[in-house]
């Protein structure tokens, strides 16, 4: 788990706004202000999001959740931060997109565009079949775990490339089946039930 520091952290919250197409698999963000130590944000094509900011240490300093169904719109202001290099993760069901802040005497800056970006794997029921496929530029390989209803451990493997794995369910006495999946430094967890 990551070590949660506290730092004190103004979050002024503009509202809601503008129209999303609900269910989409991409999202997109634009920097729309930098003003002194606040920076002002704009995320499209995403109805929940979760903004979370950490330090070079992967210390995680900020968490909030937001929904809605339209664009959604913050400004944080990094006053009480110290001048360093922080990173804005804004991830939603499909994504999970990394921006860099560089808070510099009275000034905070956001990258344009993603540092990086990791799209979360996809997890398809049919039947007795599970298929699970990770999606976009993968740089590492993709550890696939996966376990029983009591924890037992019932696949590992760690493969290279394109990923499409389809596991038969239908011979193994389980009500459900949680996959962890690791790459790009990133873990996911997701339970399925038979």
């Known amino acids: 788990m990551k070590n949660f520091a506290k730092i ?8 809601t706004t503008f ?13 729309t202000n930098e003003t002194g130590k606040k920076v002002s ?10 903004f979370s900011i950490y330090n070079t240490n992967e210390e995680l300093l900020f968490n909030e959740q937001v929904s809605g169904p339209n664009a959604i719109n ?8 110290p001048e360093g290099t922080y990173y804005l993760e804004a991830e939603t069901a499909a994504k999970v997109a990394r921006y860099e ?10 990258s344009k565009t993603a ?4 799209y979360k794997p996809v997890i398809t ?11 976009g530029d993968v ?23 394109n990923v499409a794995k389809k596991f038969n369910t239908s011979k193994i006495f389980s009500k459900e089946f949680t996959f962890v999946i690791s790459y790009n430094d990133k873990m996911f967890s997701e339970t399925v039930s038979k």
């Open 115 to 118: 540092i990086e970006e990791t």
């Open 41 to 50: 944000f704009s995320v499209i094509d995403a109805e929940t999001v979760n």
């Open 125 to 135: 029921k049919k039947g007795d079949y599970i298929t699970v496929t990770v999606p």
């Open 19 to 31: 129209g999303v197409r609900a269910g989409e698999y991409d999202f997109s963000l634009k920097v």
């Open 139 to 161: 740089k590492t390989p993709v550890n696939i775990t996966l376990y029983d209803q009591h924890n037992g451990e019932l696949y590992n493997e760690t493969v290279k490339g």
């Open 101 to 110: 802040i560089t808070v510099v005497n009275q000034t905070a800056t956001i």
């Open 8 to 15: 004190g952290l103004a979050v002024a919250v503009l509202l």
């Open 74 to 81: 913050r400004t944080y202001d990094l006053s009480a931060f």
